[in-house]
């Protein structure tokens, strides 16, 4: 829930209260760049102990609530036949429509038996925006993807509300070039994680199901953040605010053939699922669910995930648990363009991603300027964010590298997992690095994975370590504050 203060500042206001905590720790700047050095500036390398607030990503990582943990503790641990599975199977009926469901151990699982069944190496996938494993699940059947945004969705400011929309001019020109029988499927991805979380309307969605119906291709839906997408398309979407969570996600569902999830996003679970209404599609699938993934009621997930996933899709229908992470990115894109910082807008799902291009314009795309504001605001605060720019690129096949459209910071807000006081420390320091932007410089890969290399390659500074000029401008305006 959003409140108005007296001052005119729109806060959000938890709708919960907190029962259990974690201690987290702040270890001191010097220690930091310590910490920094040794994972090769890739935050992504970082033991949890040494981070403060971690923001690198919402999967997994959301808190759960009570009766998601009491579910757990009624888990029935059969191989094969668990009711644990029969309950998730009968939410997924009632919240998505869907009357046959396999259970995966998270949404990569999904992608790679989708690629494997309905992707030829002739063929190409069209979506609205790739995520990094589909596309790389996707290549590796011999395939391509084809990112078919507007132009304005690879601009990180603006105002249009529905940037995840697939622009259908687009859409229409790639199945007449390539054939509508050399279309594998087209994708649609709730909310679109790479530029900014933003979201899709339900009028596009719809438009897009005119077209591949007409044309005979496949529909599905990457429905990680779909509780997102739906509050959403309730607060912006003409004709929806009087809809329900609930009612958007069934007329959402009616219009895909295939819809699937990671569950650790908008199911508050460590886990993920297929479902579909096709039952040849369905076995199709299933065929293969046993070699990669497990039985098929389990599918590589803990039956105790299986229950609290039940519990957490059904909690994810109310408007609270679904905008509660949307509403706390909103106040800290808002707090964060009052102190002089770009970041995307209109802000989505997922994160509030800052603009790195707009604040290292002196560090050029092939010095991974967003990954060197990444580590230079770990320094600076404690908080791990994520770079999606161009090190979250590989190379193309010839060994070239790819220069990402935008270059983004992603500071996660998972679920129910951060205060507001958490998330003023963070844009303040934000903005103290603004002021120090010049000391930031560019970095190089030392260690230089060929696949996802934003996971586990290591880098050094450009030039002299710029990491240590920001701790020493952080120690005189600081002194002995961490």
Request: contains cysteine; glycine residues 8%.
């Amino acid at each position: 829930m959003i409140i108005t203060l007296s001052d005119g500042r729109r806060v959000p206001v938890e709708m919960h209260r907190v029962k259990i905590v974690q201690k987290i720790n702040l270890i001191p700047v010097a220690e930091r760049l310590e910490a920094l050095r040794a994972v090769g500036y890739n935050t992504f390398l970082l033991p949890n102990r040494e981070v403060f607030l971690d923001m690198l990503t919402d999967s997994g990582t959301n808190a759960m609530s009570d009766n998601q943990l009491a579910a757990m503790m009624v888990a029935d641990d059969a191989y094969a036949g668990s009711e644990s599975f029969f309950k998730l199977a009968k939410v997924v009926e009632k919240i998505f429509g869907y009357a046959h469901t396999l259970p995966v151990h998270q949404g990569r699982a999904a992608e790679h038996l989708l690629a494997k069944v309905f992707v030829q190496p002739t063929q190409v996938v069209i979506t609205n925006y790739h995520f990094p494993s589909t596309r790389i699940h996707v290549d590796l059947v011999g395939s391509h993807i084809l990112d078919l945004v507007a132009d304005d969705a690879m601009v990180p400011g603006g105002d249009n509300p529905f940037k995840g929309n697939i622009d259908l001019n687009k859409l229409r020109k790639a199945i007449d070039d390539h054939g509508a029988e050399n279309v594998a499927f087209i994708r649609m991805e709730a909310t679109t994680n790479l530029i900014g979380g933003q979201p899709f309307s339900m009028q596009n969605l719809r438009d897009v199901r005119e077209i591949a119906t007409r044309h005979g291709i496949l529909l599905i839906l990457d429905g990680s953040l779909i509780g997102e997408n739906a509050y959403f398309i309730q607060k912006r979407e003409a004709g929806y605010a009087d809809k329900s969570i609930q009612d958007i996600l069934l007329e959402m569902m009616a219009m895909v053939d295939i819809f699937y999830m990671s569950g650790r996003k908008s199911g508050g679970a460590r886990g993920g699922l297929i479902a579909t209404n096709n039952k040849p599609h369905f076995d199709q699938l299933l065929t293969w669910l046993p070699v990669y993934e497990g039985f098929s009621t389990y599918g590589g997930m803990s039956t105790k995930e299986i229950e609290a996933m039940a519990v957490g899709l059904e909690e994810m229908t109310q408007t609270e648990v679904a905008g509660s992470s949307p509403e706390q990115i909103q106040y800290f894109a808002e707090r964060l363009q009052a102190l002089g910082v770009q970041v995307v807008t209109p802000p989505g799902g997922l994160a509030c991603h800052v603009d790195a291009r707009a604040f290292l314009p002196h560090v050029p795309p092939l010095q991974y300027p967003a990954e060197a504001l990444n580590a230079a605001l770990y320094l600076a605060s404690g908080a791990r964010g994520v770079e999606r720019g161009t090190m979250s690129e590989d190379r193309d096949r010839d060994g070239n590298e790819i220069t990402a459209k935008m270059e983004l910071v992603r500071l996660a807000i998972p679920r129910r997992a951060f205060t507001i006081g958490h998330i003023e420390y963070v844009a303040e320091r934000v903005a103290w690095l603004h002021r120090h932007r010049e000391l930031i410089g560019g970095l190089r890969f030392v260690e230089e994975p060929p696949v996802m290399r934003f996971f586990f390659g290591k880098l050094e500074p450009m030039g002299e370590d710029w990491g240590s000029n920001i701790v020493e401008a952080f120690k005189a305006d600081f002194g002995d504050q961490c």
